[in-house]
């Protein structure tokens, strides 16, 4: 069984070397993540923040915990190109034809997709930090944050790996992502939800982008958080799950 493990990770881990290297040699990948949700909070915040009322001064704080998940909803459609690309190549075959675990493929794959999507979300803070952004949290309160970050970013990632397997072209690849990108902006990730009309605001208050963002929001200005954090959890928990669950049936039968 030790041997077992330890080959396991040997090989999982030339795996997330090889795919951290496509993703270093093309920098535009990260960049191209990273700038459309730094140009929307530069937007929302110095062209809408003044017409906006959120209850708050400081507009930047009431709006970073979308545009985080607006990044992780950006970054996770590469994922699923670089795995439609994989298959389309026949990479699985030759790597399948080697000793090595399989699992770790795919692995390779999530963990990428977690490791430069934490890059662009740091990289979006700092500007953030720049633009205003204060946070009075404590060390706890962070971790929990990026705890929250992470588990939205693997749940959605292997929503990603479902899409990259079964895509029958490049665009059906990363096309799933764009409902996920416009469920914030259907959320309180820009404007309260009271604002809205019933129909979108019973929408709005039941899906899980409301429930992470609320969670965030209030662990960055250290306010209590309530049921948000358990509905967040819950949320991110659940989808993972399913989609751990239907990503991996699918990449049996195609490789």
Request: net charge positive; with cysteine; proline share 4%.
């Amino acid at each position: 069984m030790e041997t077992v493990k330890k080959h396991f990770f040997i090989d999982l881990s030339v795996m997330l070397g090889r795919s951290m290297r496509h993703i270093f040699r093309s920098m535009d990948t990260i960049i191209s993540v990273t700038i459309m949700p730094i140009a929307m909070m530069l937007l929302f915040v110095y062209v809408f923040g003044g017409a906006i009322q959120t209850g708050t001064d400081n507009y930047v704080n009431y709006l970073l915990p979308g545009i985080l998940l607006i990044a992780i909803a950006s970054g996770i459609a590469y994922t699923s190109f670089r795995l439609f690309t994989d298959v389309q190549r026949g990479i699985f075959e030759r790597f399948h034809s080697m000793p090595i675990s399989r699992s770790t493929l795919l692995w390779g794959h999530v963990l990428t997709s977690l490791v430069s999507n934490a890059i662009s979300l740091v990289v979006i803070i700092l500007v953030a930090l720049i633009m205003g952004f204060r946070s009075s949290a404590g060390i706890l309160p962070w971790l929990a944050v990026v705890g929250i970050l992470a588990l939205f970013t693997l749940a959605l990632t292997w929503v990603a790996a479902i899409a990259g397997l079964s895509a029958k072209s490049v665009d059906g690849a990363s096309a799933f992502s764009y409902p996920i990108i416009f469920l914030p902006f259907i959320s309180s990730a820009f404007v309260p939800t009271t604002s809205m009309p019933k129909v979108v605001r019973a929408f709005a208050e039941n899906q899980p982008v409301t429930s992470i963002v609320e969670a965030i929001r209030a662990l960055l200005s250290g306010q209590p958080v309530g049921n948000d954090i358990w509905v967040a959890l819950a949320w991110c928990v659940g989808i993972l799950i399913v989609a751990y669950f239907f990503a991996m049936r699918v990449y049996k039968k195609r490789v």
